[in-house]
């Protein structure tokens, strides 16, 4: 979708965004508000929902504090008359403290008198930012009588453009999630925040003393304009304070290797829209990093099948989304991808690219890839100088990054396909060396307070550390966090954090852009803002992250009126004119890089690899006590609920091991038993650890604690992704995994499945009279029968969809969407072992080739909708019905559970609540439901519903307007979060809608056609665009796939 | 009692006698009501305490499942019928013999019948009170199915769905059910008058006397009896070949493959007839040997029994093979799959492979007269025959859900607890009633084995043998 879609849209939502009321005056919420008000009045620590069986269901507070009931510890009198005689002790704070004393003056009520816009039962829309690794996801969050539902994207921010990751997505159940730090204590006392910022100021007196030297703030990295700004007034009252910003998974090597190239700090920002080539050096671009989401939406665009088709290379251990969606994908150990991009330097420079002459002689060791592959990727990226592009994953170090750079610059691809701009951040670098430094700091004693907000540190920092070990030598530590974690155990004081829905902030997009984050429901257990926590340290604690936030944009804004702005930047959720342009003219000094580079590429240890890698799901772990994404299939292995150390099949039968195997992993006299898992496409010798599970800590919430292994336990500071050395031996034990896909062929045993993938060139493929249109003419089409079909021509609407497989990556993020659109509940792992896993969307994936030649077509799979649907004449009761537009729906009422209907469907999409899972369900967790989709109790089937109450909610807006829905205007769940817009839904009796268009497209089909069930969802099949010098047209043949994977 | 011993000698060519021995009416009557006058043994009682552990474990299993929902069995999707639906169709099929030797062939005055018929009727009525447990209990909300199943006018005007084999269902087997119950009652009044009139306690006289509604075997009561029995014999012929091929119109009107396919009606009824001789039999031999039945329930019986098990058993082969062929014949790659590969090489393989030893292999001894007319060899033989209909059931179930079109929900399926203990508690039901009837209700049918002498002995013309020309 182009720009100007988005801003069309951008005029459509607009007056349904506003920002929420804020009341600046201290007002106490009124008596029998609407509990959905959050009815957090004086006592921030105070529960929303105070009935009394509902408190008990709660559950108890972390640690120790569980001997006291909840509720009970609100006013701690002792606590506070020790703050109190603490604020009297200091007497140049008087002034200050008197503040701190006072009620919050800030708070946000439920509506005394009712805005225009608010009609009880019609959702609002409200914009704002997530910020993950510092830069910024403009979202749109569904609000129903003040509570946030769900989370789409918003489409005038840069980086999201209307889509969502399944991260994202799983924002909404973080926020409701009961194991959430509930209570701000010191060590096992519950404290009151005005007491804490009564310590604290009398701390500052104490640290000002000597200009701040022993305080240490370790952040998360951030971009945020007023973090920073509040950053510079700490510093500037300390001078001698320290800023430090770590991320267990930062992209410091592209920092780095832009710093060997171009001589200073600099930051990738890639284009893929004018990329013909891509080659991407074990970067997951497509699903990992902040960009993510654009770059997702700009590639799909390009794989649209026409001559412009993209092409796609990919390096990289283990197979990947990226990886899937390559058109060549060679399979490399992460080691040997520096050595692997010197071959393609100096293959490059024999072919006449001289700016890469003084990087041809760069030795690239034993040459352990195909030569021909090599030559032909340097032959593909010659020929589309300008329009080409490398891009380097986050998990290689600085070395390949500067190569991948002198490639860019020597492709001339510069400012085309790849631009590189400064940081956005003061701090660069947020890997392992900065903490490194802070932890010499710390054992050296020199650290008195450290406030830490970084994502639990603890746990997640490189195990050589002793993170845990070090935080006990400095005299007050502060962690401030969203849950009751690892570094919560091991600090002093435990502020909790208000969820990212609950706070003010503000964070800026990878191009600068700023969002303003607003909160969409008070904290719902009174957690503290980042910017109050900092403004402590400047006696501003008490000024609310509200007015600290106006104030700093207040000061930022020139002309005009400040407050129409500010509503129109939240309603819009970007600031205008805030992006940063890119740095033109970078110049990279091959012979310097070349020497600077050289001895980093030479191989000096031998064994077999350890890999680390970031778990698309659970991210370094931060997400663990997410269900929806626990119980999210991985994108590839579809493993839920578990991490495994994944192998390939040579190397685990080398080593006698099977998947299911419990091995010993052993890095460096560090080691952990975790369970192996073999995965088609795996690099040899090497095993890959997905690191952010193995939760042990006393306070990790329920959903997290004892899933999978800790890999971090393994990772160390000088190589936190890649090493060697590391030994896998069998245990003897065996483990159980939860995988909710375990073939991996797409036809066993000879069941011919339509082909999802067509290989071949392009300009093939697209002939009218090629082999592909024989085989895919016989997928669709009318077939004979003896009923006449129904006519739906003449209803209002024919509700239909198409999924372009050329366009899916698998990426997962309309699953958890589903998730939260339509309640769907989560079963847990024993039940999805069983088999009884009840997302709507199963996203297929299959393999085909072999190892070295491995391909992988992902396709998304719900209820497609048949107009001769088997399921419904099965039903005894009447319970699966047709509606006059062809949806075919569910009457939960009436379904008393026989299941025939989900065993005579051949798609295998409905669901079951084989148990009831709505058991489960907290008071508050229940705020975060649908209230347009009905809970489904035990016993009764669901699935897919083309999410009817989108379609209703629409269909009322419109007669209101006295018109029919148009085209694209309704907008699915899962089409919604797509990022690459592979989900399209629309009536098929308008000609000119999209989705009639895709369903008369060449690559249309039906899935199991043959049955007769006139599925109302079609495909378009994949195309692949081999590079004809290594396609081998025989291999795969065009059309039908013959899977030669593995099958268990 | 011990029957008394044939003491008449018998030219060696002449067939096996239905009754052994010279009897009268009082011997008759003795005999066959011996075994309800006389007090429980102890023989009785243990087995009966185990039952009644079996089915404590079923009202276990039944809370269970009610309490915790589904959920509590191993289904899944794909497999969203496993062990209910196999265990109902397994112990419909058994209650066929009953209709089959009251009802068929009783209009083909097939005149072995009679030592038989009230025991296999029994049997039938327990079976079916088995399976019909497991419709109700398999649904996600039995509290709804219990009725919204049933078509009565109610106020919303939601009506069943006809279109639905679970519906056809209901009626099948619920008519089953009653015709059955009734045709078994009506066969037992002239019997339970007999009990009456040699009760020896008034509670006894009372009760028997309130179940044998007045008969006092007037030439009037026999005369409607005999049309009324006549009749019913009537209506259960067809509901023979009917409540199979209902049931099994469950699988075969899906798009399945290893469901959706025309043969199987009659092989349903074929594999029911099959199955519920093979229950008959793993009964009637130990109970003729316990009660003293011997000189009713001959070899002849037994005999003519097995060769019914070896024709129906050869029709079901029959029907596996043209599974097969179909499939292969077809093209239908789905469908070749199913048979070729999944079922004689999936997960679940070795379930067919048992299935094939039980139902195609093991009756092919009855082709040997020794074995025929062996009772550990029949006995053994019909212990098999009713593993191997349970593992074909399986095979139809779930080996044909488990891995259907799309490849990617394929899933294995493995039982848990409660279904492993339904399935026992059902045969902990069954045994119950049954203990319970062969203590107080005779039986062999009296009357009729007592009609049957009399036709025996008085009509030099009849065949003693008792088959019909």
Redesign the interface.
Known sequence: MSCDDNKDARTKDRDRRRSLPVVDKSVAPAKGAAPADGGNGLWRSQRPWRSIDERDRQGAMPGAANEFPAGTMDVDDNVSRRGFMQLLSVSTAVATVGAACQKPNEKIVPFVRRPEEVTPGNPLHFATAYALEGYGSGLLVESHEGRPTKIEGNPAHPQTIGATTAIEQALILGLYDDDRAKQLRQGVTPIAWRSLLGQINANNAKLAENRGAGLRFLTAPTTSPLLLDLRRRILERFPQAKFVSYSSVADDGAVDGARMAFGKPMVPRHRLGSADVILSLDSDFLAEGPEQTRLSREFAARREPSPRMSRLYVVEPAVTVTGAMADHRLRMQGTEVGSFVAGLCSVLASRGLEKLAPLASLSHGERKWDMKWLVALAGDLERHRGSSLVIAGCRQPPAVHALAAALNAALGNVGVTVEYGAPLTPDPLSGPAPLAALAQDIAAGAVDTLVITAANPVYTAPADFKFAKLLERVPNSIYFGLNEDETAAACKVMVPAAHALETWGDVRATDGTVSIIQPLIAPLWGGIQEAELYAAFIGEGDVGANKLLRRYWQGQFKGGEFDAHWERWLADGIVPDTGVAAEGGVAVDGAALAQTVAPLLTRTKSGMEIAFVVDPKLYDGRFANNAWLQELPHPITKLTWDNAAMLSETTAKALGIETGDIVEVTYRDRHVDAPAMIVPGHVDDTVTLPLGYGRTGVGVGGVAKDVGFNAGALRTSDNPWYDRGATVAKTGRRFKFAITQDHWTMSPDGRVIPPPAVEGPIEEVLKRDSKFHEEIEVRRGPLPTIHEPVDYSKQAYKWAMSIDLNKCTGCSACVVACVSENNINVVGKENVWRGREMQWIRVDRYFSGNDDSLSMITQPLMCVHCETAPCEYVCPVNATVHSDEGLNEMVYNRCIGTRYCSNNCPYKVRRFNYLNYIADYTAVRELGMNPDVTVRTRGIMEKCTYCVQRIERKRISTRIEGRTIADGELETACQQSCPTRAIVFGSLNDASSKVSQQHADPRRYDLLHEIGTRPRTAYLARVRNPNPELHVPDAHGAGQEHGKGEHE | MAAPHPSVSRDPLEPQPLIEGVHTDKTINDSLLAHVWRGAGKGWFALFSVALAMLGLLVIAISWTLY????AW????????AFGIINFVWWIGIGHAGTLISAILLLFQQKWRTSINRFAEAMTLFAVICALLFPLL?????W??IY??MPYPSTNG????F?????WD?FAVSTYFTISLLFWFLGLVPDLAALRDSSKSKTKRMVYGLLAMGWRGSGRHWAEYKWAYVLLAGLSTPLVLSVHTIVSF?FA????PGWHTTIFPPYFVAGAVFSGFAMVMTWMVPARHFLGLKHVVTMKHLENMNKIMLVTGMMVSYGYIMEHFIAWYSGD??E??QF???RWGGPMSGIFYLMVFCNVVTPQIFWFKKARTSIPVMWIASIFINVGMWCERFNIVITS?H???????????SPTWVDITLFIGTIGLFSTLFLLFLKFIPAVAVTEVKELRHELAHDPTADPVGETH
């Open positions: 915790k929902g589904i959920g191993g289904n899944n999707i794909p497999v969203g019928w398999h649904t996600g909300r039995p709804f199915a919204w199943l939601i009506w069943p769905q279109k639905s084999p679970l519906t209901v469950d009107t899906s798009v399945i790659p789905y070749y799959a070729f590969k999944t859900l891995q259907d079109f799309i490849p990617s929900k394929f899933e294995n399926y």
